[in-house]
């Protein structure tokens, strides 16, 4: 994506971290210290990040993807197509814009709709300061959308050994993907205060073995937990929550 306006910030992790509720809480960062307008992207095939942000998803970027095969009419170019439905499926909000990837590509070849799908997002880009997307573990969708150039990539692990581990593997992938990262940056979340002596070793230890920067610790949360059981959206949690806190002063480090 080049030139490229929006510096794009990625979420990655793997399943059960809170990599989404990291997000949600990233989102509420920008959004009060005016660092808008942000274009976030669920690019989980597992999507919920709106369910935490208070939003309706009714149409997906796979979905459109999968219609423009078959539903784009005559005198539309499949691009028109998608660039148009893309457009109608943003979901606007107060300081940021929503789009949700949803479910992964079918048999079939995708190469075409993966193409026009990455020219629509670099042009989308150009109206915004911050991209948001939030990964799979695999983060596959960074090359679908040609994000070749990211200025910060939060991981997110557990706090375990195993969680970890999993993070330093997950920074390497990046690698493999030709992705230019400007900060990799760990977070573990949903520590137990105060924070293990062999907790803090394991992530010493992975810090000082990879291109990883420890970002900081993200305390357990009863309040995010009653939110999400509650299902209420994640910015309505007030900013002196303990795991807000926590989790806003790893993002004043590493954004602008």
């Known amino acids: ?40 992207v669920d690019a989980d095939a597992n999507a919920n990040l709106n369910e935490l942000l208070g ?5 997906t970027m796979g979905e459109i993807r999968d219609r423009m095969k078959t539903d784009t009419p005559q005198g539309m170019t499949k691009s028109e197509f998608m660039e148009m439905h893309i457009a109608q499926a ?23 709709a993966n193409s026009i799908l990455a020219q629509v997002m670099e042009g989308l880009a150009k109206s915004y300061r911050y991209m948001l997307v939030d990964n799979e573990a695999g983060m596959e969708h960074l090359s679908r959308l040609n994000l070749r150039k990211i200025h910060t990539l939060f991981v997110v692990s557990d706090p375990s050994a195993r969680g970890v581990l999993t993070a330093a593997r997950i920074a390497d992938l990046t690698k493999n993907l030709g992705v230019e990262v400007n900060n990799k940056v760990l977070i573990v979340n949903r520590v137990p205060m105060p924070v293990p002596d062999a907790l803090d070793k394991h992530v010493q230890e992975a810090v000082g073995k990879t291109d990883l920067k420890f970002g900081g610790y993200v305390p357990a949360s009863d309040e995010i937990f009653e939110a999400e059981m ?8 007030p900013a002196d929550t303990p795991a807000v806190k926590a989790a806003w002063e790893v993002f004043e480090k590493y954004l602008d």
């Open 55 to 59: 939003l309706e998803v009714e149409t």
């Open 90 to 112: 943003i979901i606007e909000s107060k300081g940021f814009d929503l789009l949700v990837m949803g479910q992964p590509e079918g048999p079939g070849c995708y190469c075409m």
């Open 230 to 237: 509650s299902q209420k959206s994640l910015l309505e949690l």
């Open 1 to 40: 994506m080049t030139p490229q306006t929006a510096q794009v910030i990625a979420m990655a992790g793997k399943g059960g971290t809170g990599k989404t509720t990291t997000s949600a809480l990233l989102i509420k960062y920008l959004v009060k210290n005016n660092l808008t307008p942000v274009m976030a």
